[in-house]
């Protein structure tokens, strides 16, 4: 595992990417570009749970640490992704304390979680390194829990104090959404939202994570506290790229048409 639970109880600023597209290749290349995590996304992301699988294989010799985010904190869903070998799990719409509770223990072994123990999987190298895994995984495996609802912000100090989670991660267009303040992100009760999430990370020596809009944004979250940051996706930057390549070779063919007609 690359160190990244350690990195987050130092309170490093830790830049990551999302990972939507399924595609290995992607994952691969931006694994190598320098991020310090990246996340597969298997709530809203494309592919099946074999392409989660052929990503984490994929990232293994990357610098960047590999997170999944599921469909839910359900411990079946996360053992499996778990025995893949991925480094962290992140679990969506969070809304009340239990459901909390439920992740950190889902990401453990009993007796203290609810983990169960399979040798012949991945994160193991199929049995060969059980008990070192069994061992590392205490203190590597990195929980996240995603603030996106209305209900759970009564609940953030409980939420941050839980052991095994390491991080509260905004989902701000869902969170914005539940507040009625849609895609709005200076809107005064989302601003609020925002900064109760990250004093109740910081009281309980967690990480406050967000998905950014864009870098503009970066600085005003990075003062509010935020250190575990999302800039990015591989979809956004093949759309963005391609975009750019059409309407860059575009330009160029219309000014070649205007010195034809002259």
Known sequence: MKNLKARIRRGDTLIGCWLNLGSCVTAEIVGMAGYDWVLIDFEHGSGSEKDVLHQLQALEHTPAAAIVRVESYQRQRVHRVLDFGAEGIMCPRISH????????????????????????????????????????????????????????????????????????????????????????????????????????????AKAAGILLRSLEEFNRYHEMGFRFIACGSDSAFVNAGARKMVDDVKRLRSSLNGRTQE
């Open 97 to 204: 304390p239990e459901e909390a509770q439920q992740a950190a223990d889902a990401i453990r072994y009993q007796p203290e979680g609810t983990r169960g123990a399979a040798m012949m999987v991945r994160a193991t190298h199929f049995g060969a390194d059980f008990n070192e895994y069994y061992t590392s995984s205490k203190e590597n495996l990195v929980g996240i829990v995603q603030i996106e609802t209305e209900e759970i912000l009564g609940s953030l100090d409980f939420v941050a104090e839980i052991d095994g989670i390491d991080v509260l991660f905004v989902g701000p267009l869902d969170l914005s959404l539940a507040l009625g303040t849609f895609g709005q992100r200076d809107h005064p009760r989302f601003l609020e939202a925002v900064e109760a999430i990250s004093a109740a990370a910081r009281k309980a």
